[in-house]
Every structure is written in structure tokens, then in C-alpha cells.
């Protein structure tokens, strides 16, 4: 019983490099999300995609570009990493309804130098 | 923009004491959900409470909605120190779009 998979669960880059962080769910969900959680900042959405095939910004998305592979598969790439963007990034699967419970993953630790 | 925020951002206590947090949000909502985040871990969802409900139990957590004070309460009773976690309040982003959004969660430390 996966859940929300996610890898790596810790990366160190040095600036400019780039990387795609991955995120996988079973749970035949419609919404996923990608969220960055810094500390006393709690969590920040980045990007989500409310059903394959679509996606679009949250609230931090520059830096950051996403891709809905299919309906299981929801990546977050950093085209040119720069140290603000070290962070622990969380990412979020939804059935589609208001009323159901977001799952998450355990994170993925990135420390970009 | 955070629409949810937690109150105390710390709070200790003492095995077996009750522990309460608060949750402020500023627009209308038709659910609240709590979350808890253990260390090293993603967040894990405790309880729903919709809009037209006041109060809801699980086990030793009671929730309150009081959506004239756009507030709700997390009591967690008889704390054990498998509680020490940090909890944050989840609600609609304003516009009613679906997307949850957090605020920045208490951090609760049991002590054993």
C-alpha cells in the first residue's frame, strides 16, 4: 500500500544545476501538487494539476516547472537550481473533492549550494 | 496566500495533559481539515469537519468549527509523547478552488 511515492528523498546540487524531482501515487487520484515547506513558512503550493493532461501555478512557482506525465505521474524539474530554492518538497495527491483528505509523500530533501 | 493559520506556533506539555490548538481562516469555507506532521515525515490527515457541522470526534481528538469566529480548535486529550508532532489546519484556497491551504502549523512537544 504505497500511497504518495516520491525519490529521491535527499539531493545536494550546486547552483545552476538542474534536476526533476519525482512523484508517483496508486491511488487512481485526479489532483496532484507539489508543495515546498521552509521553516516558520509551513507549506507553499508551487504547482498542482487538477486531472491529467493539466497544471498550473500555486503560489511559488518561479523556478520550477511541472509535468503531468499520465495519471500516476507528476514531476517537478528546477532548470537551473539556485540556493533559495533549498527546501523539503512535498508532494500531495487529492481524489478531486473538497471533501477528501490530501496524501502526501515523505518528501524529498534538497540542499542546493 | 495562506488562509489558514495556527495558533500557538509552540506549545509543551506534560504527558497525560490535554492539548489544544487554534486555527484562524479569513473567507468562507465548506470544510476545515487537520493534518499532523511527525519529524522527517510527511503530513498525515486526521479529521474533516464541514462547514455545517460544530463539533466532530476521533478517538481522543475533538474538533470545533465555529464558522461565525472563521476559527476551529484541535483538542487532543490525555496527550501521549507519540503526539510531538507539528499539526496544521487545511482550508479551500480563497475563491473556493480546490486547492488545500496550510498555515505555517504548531509545534507540539509531549513531554514524557
Known amino acids: 500500500n504505497a500511497g504518495v511515492t516520491q525519490t529521491p528523498k535527499f539531493q545536494v546540487l550546486k547552483t545552476g544545476q538542474s534536476m526533476t524531482l519525482q512523484c508517483a501515487q496508486d491511488?487512481?487520484?485526479?489532483?496532484m501538487y507539489w508543495y515546498r515547506q521552509d521553516p516558520g513558512m509551513g507549506l507553499r503550493l508551487i504547482y498542482y494539476s487538477a486531472s491529467e493532461g493539466t497544471t498550473d501555478k500555486g503560489e511559488v512557482p518561479n523556478g520550477y516547472n511541472v509535468s503531468r506525465l499520465n495519471k500516476r505521474e507528476f514531476s517537478l524539474r528546477l532548470e537551473s537550481a539556485a540556493p533559495s530554492q533549498t527546501s523539503v518538497y512535498f508532494c500531495?495527491?487529492?481524489?478531486?473533492?473538497?471533501?477528501?483528505?490530501?496524501?502526501f509523500g515523505d518528501g524529498t530533501r534538497l540542499s542546493i549550494l | 496566500s495562506q488562509q489558514g493559520e495556527e495558533d500557538p506556533q509552540a506549545l509543551s506539555i506534560q504527558e497525560g495533559e490535554n492539548a489544544t490548538m487554534n486555527c484562524s481562516y479569513k473567507?468562507?469555507?465548506?470544510?476545515l481539515q487537520w493534518y499532523r506532521q511527525n519529524s522527517g515525515r510527511g503530513l498525515v490527515h486526521l479529521i474533516l469537519?464541514?462547514?455545517?457541522?460544530r463539533e466532530k470526534h476521533s478517538g481522543r481528538l475533538r474538533v470545533t468549527l465555529d464558522t461565525s469566529k472563521k476559527s476551529s480548535s484541535l483538542l487532543i486529550t490525555a496527550s501521549r509523547a507519540a503526539d510531538t508532532a507539528s499539526y496544521f489546519c487545511?482550508?479551500?484556497?480563497?475563491?473556493?478552488?480546490?486547492?488545500?491551504?496550510f498555515g505555517r502549523g504548531t509545534s507540539l512537544i509531549v513531554h514524557p
Open positions: 469537519i464541514r462547514s455545517n457541522e
Open positions: 487545511a482550508t479551500p484556497a480563497s475563491g473556493g478552488s480546490y486547492i488545500p491551504t
Open positions: 491511488m487512481n487520484h485526479n489532483s
Open positions: 500531495a495527491s487529492l481524489q478531486g473533492s473538497t471533501n477528501q483528505p490530501q496524501h
Open positions: 473567507t468562507s469555507i465548506n470544510n
